[in-house]
T-cell receptor
Framework: DIQMTQSPSAMSASVGDRVTITCRAS??????LVWFQQRPGKAPKRLIY???SLQSGVPSRFSGSGSGTEFTLTISSLQPEDSATYYC?????????FGGGTKVEIK | EVQLVESGGGLVQPGRSLRLSCTGS????????MSWFRQAPGKGLEWISL??????????EYAASVKGRFSASRDDSNSIAHLQMNSLQTEDTALYYC????????????WGQGTLATVSS
C-alpha cells in the first residue's frame, strides 16, 4: 500500500499568514492527488484535484503543487473560515490512501 | 443540483449486518463510479470501497480492512449504490460517506452528509 505522510499534523496561524501543508507519498503517484477540507461535523470538501487544479468555487488563495512523491497545499492568506482539517488522498493505486490530516487553527 | 444522500446506518451488535444506501440525483448516476469512505469518531478519513460504472465493467475494489465482509453493489435504474456490511466489529463504528468519481475532473467532487453506523453490544 502507498503510505501518505502528511505534515504538520496540527498548526496554529494568524489571519493573513501563508500556510503550507505537505504530503509525501511512499512511492510515485504521478499527479493523482486530491486535497480536501473538512470542517467539524461536515463532509469533506474537495479543494484541489490532479495535484494542482483548483475546484470550481474554491477561493484562489488555495493552491496545490507537486508531482511524484511530494505535494503541497498552500493557503496564501489564511482566513477565519479556513479553520478546518485538511487531508490529502492518493488515487494512483488501490487501496486509495489518505494522509493523516492537518488541523489548522486560527490564532 | 448534484446530491448524494446516505441512509441505513444505526446501532447493531457485533457480528450482525447493516446495509447502507447512497441515493444520487442531479447527474447521470450510471456514468459514475461510486465510492464509500468512513470516519471513525475523532479519527481521519478511510477509503473502503469503489464500484466502477458498467462502462468500466462494474468491477469493485475494497480496502483490506473490509474485504470479505463488505460488499458493494449498484442499481443504476434507481440511482442507488449499496454497501452490505456483514460480520460487523466494534472497530467498524464510523460515519460512512459515499462520493462519486469520473476521471480526475469529477473525482470525489460531491459527497453525501454521511450515515452513522454504531457497532456495540
Amino acid at each position: 500500500d502507498i503510505q501518505m505522510t502528511q505534515s504538520p499534523s496540527a498548526m496554529s496561524a494568524s489571519v493573513g499568514d501563508r500556510v503550507t501543508i505537505t504530503c509525501r507519498a511512499s512511492q510515485g503517484i504521478r499527479n493523482y492527488l486530491v486535497w480536501f477540507q473538512q470542517r467539524p461535523g461536515k463532509a469533506p470538501k474537495r479543494l484541489i484535484y490532479a495535484a494542482s487544479s483548483l475546484q470550481s468555487g474554491v477561493p484562489s488563495r488555495f493552491s496545490g503543487s507537486g508531482s511524484g512523491t511530494e505535494f503541497t497545499l498552500t493557503i496564501s492568506s489564511l482566513q477565519p473560515e479556513d479553520s478546518a482539517t485538511y487531508y490529502c488522498l492518493q488515487h494512483n493505486t488501490y487501496p486509495l490512501t489518505f494522509g493523516g490530516g492537518t488541523k489548522v487553527e486560527i490564532k | 443540483e448534484v446530491q448524494l444522500v446516505e441512509s441505513g446506518g444505526g446501532l447493531v451488535q457485533p457480528g450482525r449486518s447493516l446495509r447502507l444506501s447512497c441515493t444520487g440525483s442531479g447527474f447521470i448516476f450510471g456514468d459514475y463510479s461510486m465510492s464509500w469512505f468512513r470516519q471513525a469518531p475523532g479519527k481521519g478519513l478511510e477509503w473502503i470501497s469503489l464500484i466502477r460504472s458498467k462502462t468500466y465493467g462494474g468491477t469493485i475494489e475494497y480496502a483490506a480492512s473490509v474485504k470479505g465482509r463488505f460488499s458493494a453493489s449498484r442499481d443504476d435504474s434507481n440511482s442507488i449504490a449499496h454497501l452490505q456490511m456483514n460480520s460487523l466489529q466494534t472497530e467498524d463504528t464510523a460515519l460512512y460517506y459515499c462520493s462519486r468519481a469520473y476521471g480526475s475532473d469529477w473525482l470525489f467532487d460531491y459527497w453525501g452528509q454521511g450515515t452513522l453506523a454504531t457497532v456495540s453490544s
